[in-house]
């Protein structure tokens, strides 16, 4: 998350110094294959009170959610720095939507009616859900303090309501009436088809090649992805079951001569992960921005590898995918598809 963090705060940056990443994701269910449904995540923030009926609610809230095609996540009370770290700001970050419910806390002394404090820990996941500019729904419990804390300071009004038991319900028609989709992810994902390359030559006089690319698409019905870069991130040669030495470079974007490209909603765009001479198929080459040899992978067969592509985007969390290559003898024997 604090990548994202700061990348937010260079969205007024016109050029973005790329970052390659150093250590593997831990990409969520429902990205980690490709044939699973795309279900928007609806981070669940309320209080979770032992000693009242809260985490009940919470749990009959993420069931109507479900019934309407979200992915829910109840978020808990974290004890410690690193469960914080790693599931608040993680489902966060992961997060398409955010539900805020502020159930009544302590009575507070005040000379008017009664007021009662709302839940801290919540209204601390409500800031930093704002940060992220994670659309939101807010439901107040009546009798909590009004525009306390971050709330002052959002444009949405938060819907006040008496009766816990009717929060599903009434959730289920707010965010009906404001439109949310589940169909979709805030993120990029990598994907290629089997049968997935060109031949072309780079000159009328070259030699003729076979470029295999990846897809990179844009599952954001509405937001451009911007300042895309593409890497090979990791090589394993699983003959050997060793590790091929690989640089941080970047990788060429098909069709485009800059390193840097855009993807726009709810589209996808290619880059060309490797190409191979149809003179010599068993040896990989690569279109890469560098002016050193010393930084191009070194590649041949026959053998199996295990190749993994990365994309960092400006304003999209870093994705990465394994896809599995087997390099024969022949051309038409190469193959190169996802793990």
Request: glycine share 6%.
């Given at each position: 998350m604090?990548?994202?963090?700061e990348?937010?705060?260079r ?5 973005v110094?790329?970052?390659i990443?150093?250590?593997?994701l ?16 609806v981070?669940?923030s309320?209080g ?5 009926e809260?985490?009940?609610i ?11 095609g979200y992915?829910?996540y109840?978020a ?13 700001f993680?489902h966060?970050?992961n997060?398409?939507y955010?539900v805020f ?5 302590e ?15 919540s209204?601390?996941e409500?800031?930093?859900?704002s940060?992220l500019?994670?659309?939101l729904v807010?439901f ?13 300071f959002?444009q949405?009004n ?7 038991n ?7 028609d707010?965010?009906q009436?404001?439109h ?8 990029l994902?990598?994907e290629r088809e089997?049968a ?15 470029y ?12 451009t ?5 593409a890497?090979?991130q990791?090589?394993?040669?699983m ?12 990788y ?7 390193p840097n490209?855009?993807i ?12 191979v ?6 040896r990989?080459g ?6 050193s ?11 199996d ?7 960092v985007?400006?304003n999209?969390a870093?994705?990465?995918k394994e896809f ?5 003898n ?8 996802e793990r």
């Open positions: 604090t990548k994202r963090l990348q937010a705060q969205k007024q940056i016109s050029v110094v790329p970052f990443l150093s250590e593997p831990v990409l969520r269910r429902g990205l980690s294959t490709q044939d699973e449904e795309l279900r928007a995540q981070f669940i309320c979770q009170s032992r000693e009242t809260e985490l009940q919470a749990h009959r809230i993420g069931e109507r959610l479900s019934q309407l992915e829910p109840i808990t009370e974290e004890q410690t720095l690193r469960g914080v770290k790693e599931n608040i993680r966060l970050e997060s398409e955010f419910i502020d159930f009544k806390r009575r507070l002394v005040t000379n008017h009616e009664e007021t009662w404090r709302g839940s801290l820990f209204h601390q409500l800031a930093l859900a940060y500019d994670i659309e807010a107040q419990e009546k009798g909590v303090k009004q525009e306390d804390g971050i709330m002052r959002l949405g938060s819907t006040v309501f008496s009766d816990r009717l929060l599903p319900n009434a959730l289920a707010v965010i009436q404001r949310w989709n589940p169909g979709w992810k805030n993120r994902l990598l089997a997935q390359f060109v031949d072309a030559k780079t000159s009328p006089r070259g030699d003729l090649r076979r295999f690319s990846v897809r990179v698409r844009n599952l954001h019905p509405r937001k992805a911007l300042n895309c870069y890497y090979l990791h090589v394993r040669n003959g050997t079951n060793t590790d091929v030495p690989v640089e941080t470079i970047e060429k974007w098909s069709g485009y001569t800059k490209a855009i726009g909603p709810a589209s996808a765009r290619s880059f060309d992960a490797f190409w001479s149809h003179q010599t198929p068993t990989l690569f279109s890469v921005f560098t002016d040899s010393q930084f191009v992978p070194r590649i041949s067969g026959p053998g590898f295990v190749l993994t592509y990365a994309v985007s400006e999209f870093p994705i990465q599995v290559l087997r390099i024969g022949q051309l038409d024997e190469i193959r190169f598809e």
